[in-house]
């Protein structure tokens, strides 16, 4: 698939979630949707991003979006990240990768000379007509979730 630019239809999605049940991009029909993608649940970087979106999530809410976390982790493994970290936000698992290939958001990484497959950490602000408003790609962690929640309020 093709790069995504901002203005361009975001790409539809339906994935299993955190606590049963499937969240898909038609759930966000007429309400913002902030759609990050994140490598793996409970490891650092992953970690204090969630939280950071989970601390905001009432002023996300207020600003009239819902924030969803993709990966390629298993819905287990959400209940479990969530539960120990008491997240509020959620989390859909993409475990055959197949919205994270869509995104664009699943390349190839390299560390300590090793290449592999991975998740390049990204963020998607998807208004209400399902158009991609916003693109982070290679996010850096800190005051991220403060940047996007500015970014919603621009809207």
């Known amino acids: 698939m093709s790069e995504l630019d901002e203005g361009m239809q975001a790409p539809t999605f339906a ?3 955190d606590g049963g049940g499937t969240v898909a991009l038609g759930d966000f029909s007429g309400k913002t949707l902030v759609l990050y993608f994140y490598p793996k649940d409970d490891t ?3 970690t204090v991003e969630a939280i950071d979106f989970t601390a905001l999530s ?3 809410a207020a600003a009239g979006a819902t924030v969803v976390g993709v990966s390629p982790d298993t819905v287990k493994a959400h209940d479990k990240f969530i539960g120990k970290h008491a997240l509020g936000i ?3 698992a993409d475990e055959d990768k197949g919205t994270l290939a869509d995104y664009g958001v699943w390349q190839e990484k390299s560390m300590y000379g090793r290449k592999y ?3 390049e950490r990204s963020t998607f602000l998807i208004d209400g007509k ?3 408003r916003r693109i982070w790609r290679k996010v850096k962690v800190p005051g991220h979730a403060a940047a996007v929640l500015e ?3 621009g809207l």
């Open 130 to 132: 399902g158009a991609i």
């Open 117 to 119: 497959m991975g998740v």
């Open 58 to 60: 009432a002023e996300f």
């Open 15 to 17: 994935l299993p979630r």
């Open 151 to 153: 970014a919603v309020k």
């Open 44 to 46: 650092s970087g992953c």
């Open 90 to 92: 959620i989390l859909g």
